[in-house]
């Protein structure tokens, strides 16, 4: 780092990471915080399946297939979504799992989904699948990113697959010649990256590419968060402030800029 940089040379890296890869992972800044994130969700999901609340959390969530079955799974995990979300600390303790890295990512005034999703793969549930495809192709900002959170180790078909940046937009530009989805994902197969993830880390991804899950095949279930950060200046799609997305970092000076009107007369 030299005296003429404004950013520290680990912002520098993590930054340079992020636009060459489309992702990084780090380790959780605040791991305590994930441990009552993951202990709740195993709570959660044993009082939906009336079972006695584990004293290892992490071996409930990863066994949960042996207790649920795939017809029943959109019901649990509708009740582990609702109760996390209900919880008044669930919010801010999952943007302090990633603030350091959001902030240099995105910025430090800053707008997030309002409710955080919860995916649940169990081995070779097929019902569960998330085609490829990009957020913005689907209402979401390109100034967006996305902050994903596993409950349990992922990796290959327990993760999700990403596609590098340096082939999104050929692999964008090849999409009318396609019949459907699984050709697509057939198209960008040999250059996708299945995502390793240990538990204790979290990922911020860059959600205009293209990315998806398959048929998880690990012995073990998937628990995975993810919700999307912005600057709150920056441009929206069709998920708007107020509805999709609610301020959480306002410094006062915006503040008080907001909020300024000239006095009559003036109309420089």
């Known amino acids: 780092m030299t005296d003429t940089d404004f950013l520290e040379a680990d912002e520098q890296a993590l930054a340079q990471r992020f636009i060459d890869d489309g992702f990084v992972t780090t380790p959780a800044d605040d791991r305590a915080g994930l441990d009552r994130i993951q202990r709740r969700a195993a709570e959660l999901a044993a009082d939906y399946l009336k079972l006695p609340h584990s004293n290892d959390p992490y071996a409930m969530l990863d066994t949960i297939h042996t207790r649920v079955s795939v017809s029943d799974l959109n019901g649990l995990r509708l009740h582990v979504f609702n109760g996390l979300n209900a919880e008044p600390w669930f919010r801010p303790t999952y943007f302090r799992l990633a603030r350091s890295t959001i902030e240099t990512i995105v910025g430090n005034e800053l707008c997030m989904q309002r409710r955080v999703n919860l995916s649940i793969q169990l081995p070779g549930d097929s019902s569960s699948l998330l085609a490829t495809h990009s957020d913005v192709w689907s209402g979401d900002s390109p100034f967006e990113v996305v902050v994903w959170v ?113 006095p009559g007369g003036f109309h420089g």
């Open 150 to 262: 596993p409950l349990v180790d992922v990796r290959r078909t327990k993760s999700m697959y990403l596609l590098p940046p340096s082939l999104n937009g050929e692999m964008q530009d090849r999409m009318a010649s396609l019949r459907s989805a699984e050709e697509l994902y057939k198209t960008i197969k040999p250059h996708a990256t299945f995502i390793e993830i240990p538990y204790g880390h979290v990922m911020l991804f860059n959600q205009t590419l293209m990315h998806g899950n398959r048929v998880n095949e690990e012995p073990g279930t998937r628990w995975s968060m993810n919700c999307r950060f912005k600057s709150i200046m920056s441009p929206y799609a069709d998920k708007r402030f107020g509805e999709f997305f609610e301020p959480i970092l306002l410094r006062p000076a915006t503040r008080v800029g907001m909020q300024y009107k000239l």
